[in-house]
């Protein structure tokens, strides 16, 4: 089942922040976080493994929290370049079998 | 540039069709992905080898196949092409696979069935 992410689109003015949660009913080995443009190939941001632990470079950052099976990422004084459409991709094993999802997208829009 | 090749960069096609889409990791990654994103959709993953050899299998469907070459370059084929095939297709590589592992994703193929 597709990890759902939160919400689905929006819209922000220069410099405000913004928060990004993706949840999944699968009990996850890892999280990772994507930007990518219209038309262009998915970019990495950041990947967390499990136990909690919390990442961030320059004004991006996210969270995993494995008990609640939930990631969120964390986006502050948001610039011009950070539209796109973020996906987190999740690394679960289920019946033995290692699957690699995608979540459902949100699709931000950074405005002047 | 993520180091990933991907050709050919476009391809149109007729429906009944089969076509290849190639894929070369970025140097030193021993395992590839295959993903498909159709139009406004998001990202399903196929199929990932690993070395060689099959090491997982998402939503591909029976029409499509793939494989790993012993220079790791992976060939993703569809065959009896609809359609709803029409779609990007990606290739990732990471180094070894495993769980954790940071996937880079190639350009990708648009791929137009007509």
């Known amino acids: 089942q597709q990890p759902v992410q939160s919400p689905q689109a929006v819209i922000l003015r220069e410099g405000e922040d913004a928060v990004i949660n993706c949840s999944s009913s699968?009990?996850?080995?890892?999280v990772h976080w994507y930007r990518q443009k219209h038309g262009e190939a998915p970019v990495f941001l950041m990947i967390?493994?499990?136990?909690?632990e919390q990442k961030g470079h320059d004004k991006i950052s996210a969270s995993f929290n494995e008990k609640k099976q939930q990631s969120s990422l964390y986006l502050t004084a948001s610039q011009l370049s950070y539209s796109g459409t973020y996906f987190c991709?999740?690394?679960?094993?289920?019946?033995?079998?290692?699957?690699?999802?995608f979540g459902t997208g949100t699709r931000l829009k950074v405005l002047a | 540039d993520s180091g990933v090749t991907q050709t050919p960069k476009h391809l149109i096609t007729a429906t009944g069709q089969r076509v290849t889409l190639r894929c070369s990791p970025r140097s030193g990654d021993l395992s590839v992905y295959w993903y498909q994103q159709s139009l406004d959709q998001g990202l399903q993953f196929l199929i990932q080898y690993y070395n060689g050899e099959e090491r997982a299998k998402g939503n591909i469907l029976e029409r499509f196949s793939a494989q790993q070459f012993p220079d790791l370059h992976s060939e993703l084929n569809l065959s009896s092409l609809e359609l709803g095939d029409s779609a990007l297709y990606f290739c990732?590589?990471?180094?070894?696979?495993?769980?954790?592992?940071?996937?880079?994703f190639g350009p990708g193929t648009r791929l137009t069935v007509l």
């Open positions: 967390l493994l499990k136990g909690g």
């Open positions: 990732a590589s990471s180094v070894s696979g495993r769980e954790g592992d940071t996937q880079y």
């Open positions: 699968k009990a996850l080995y890892s």
């Open positions: 991709g999740t690394e679960a094993v289920s019946s033995g079998t290692y699957k690699y999802i």
